[in-house]
């Protein structure tokens, strides 16, 4: 069966501090893909990236970077230097083939 | 400008009666897809829809209906059946297996 598991329900931080948001999978699949989106206040979801299960490299976009380890089956994502517009939700999702299966999402709160 | 559009935002429902949210996109994307959003639960899957004249149940698709007569829209009914329809739903569309989901911007379903 297919699962993602977002642990962190909620994450409170001051600003410039770094985050680190988990994401655990599950998934038989050999070939397979991994997302994360973020859904600001205004409740439209927000693509950040995409990560085919070949490809282990961990990539770096900015502030935003992603470790992905197939051996733990793990998704990670962590904000460097956080500001106040990180403030949102952030959901990690599974490719299943027809769909994407989306974790439950983890609140992330950055105060000044 | 492409993309997935959303209507109403807002909308009511009354005691038995069902209601229809609109979902158009100008993608030329094959799938089609609608989700639930609770707090605090992620995102669920309801129907999709890989090509016109067919969709699928999704995880929770129990009191709800979907059509399919043309590429560019996946209506959404939110039928009396469904005796908790209070949530954000959003439409998405997808141009290939493995790619990234769009997102239209939600439509906040409450009940009178």
């Known amino acids: 069966a297919q699962k993602v598991t977002q642990a962190q329900t909620e994450i409170s931080v001051v600003e410039k501090e770094d985050v680190t948001l988990d994401c655990v999978y599950e998934?038989?699949?050999?070939?397979?893909?991994l997302f994360w989106y973020k859904q600001p206040p205004s409740g439209e979801l927000v693509f950040l990236i995409r990560?085919?299960?070949?490809?282990?490299q961990n990539e770096i976009s900015g502030r935003y970077s992603w470790n992905f380890q197939k051996s733990t089956s793990s998704f990670n994502f962590t904000i460097t230097a956080s500001q106040v517009v990180d403030s949102a939700v952030y959901f990690c999702a599974l490719d299943s083939g027809y769909a994407l299966n989306f974790g439950k999402g983890t609140s992330l709160l950055v105060t000044p | 400008d492409g993309g997935i559009t959303q209507s109403p935002k807002y909308l009511f429902r009354k005691e038995g009666q069902n209601v229809t949210l609109s979902c158009e996109q100008n993608?030329?994307?094959?799938?089609m897809y609608w989700y639930r959003q609770d707090p605090g639960q992620g995102l669920r899957l309801i129907y999709y829809s890989q090509i016109v004249n067919d969709f699928q149940k999704g995880d929770i698709a129990e009191g709800y209906s979907v059509s399919r007569e043309k590429k560019e829209s996946f209506p959404l009914t939110v039928t009396s059946a469904q005796k908790n329809p209070t949530a954000f739903y959003l439409c998405?569309?997808?141009?290939?297996?493995?790619?990234?989901?769009?997102f239209g911007s939600g439509t906040q379903l409450s009940v009178l």
């Open positions: 998405a569309s997808l141009r290939g297996p493995g790619e990234k989901l769009f």
């Open positions: 998934t038989r699949d050999t070939t397979y893909y």
């Open positions: 993608l030329n994307h094959d799938a």
């Open positions: 990560r085919n299960s070949f490809d282990e």
